[in-house]
């Protein structure tokens, strides 16, 4: 499995991977190195990180994941808390859904 933090204050990476171009090249760097599952972040889950809304989020992530799908058998993997995104991710094709908030936040019904 590799992680793909999508986020410019990453607490893994130090947003090293936050643009399009980078992202995309590390998630294909991942597979290519045997990562059979790719999870994709857009917001950091690090104490004291400031919330983005899902429409940034979704910025981040939706490309990438779309440009991943098209590129790799990898599975897709989203990391995310929002409802919305999750849809929107599923509806890109990822396989599974990485909630640290176990389905917590409103919307999920």
Not at 1 to 16: C, E, Y
Not at 91 to 98: C, L, Q, R
Request: proline letters at 6%.
């Amino acid at each position: 499995m590799g992680v793909l933090n999508v986020t410019p204050d990453s607490f893994s990476d130090a947003g090293r991977f936050a643009s399009l171009d980078r992202a995309v090249e590390h998630g294909l760097r991942m597979a290519a190195e045997g990562a059979a599952l790719i999870d994709v972040g857009g917001e950091s889950t690090r104490p004291g990180a400031q919330p983005v809304t899902a429409e940034e989020e979704l910025q981040r992530v939706l490309p990438v994941i779309e440009q991943l799908r098209r590129s790799t058998t990898a599975v897709i993997s989203i990391d995310t808390s929002k409802p919305e995104l999750m849809r929107a991710a599923a509806a890109a094709g990822v396989g599974f859904i990485n909630d640290v908030r176990a389905l917590r936040e409103p919307g999920h019904r």
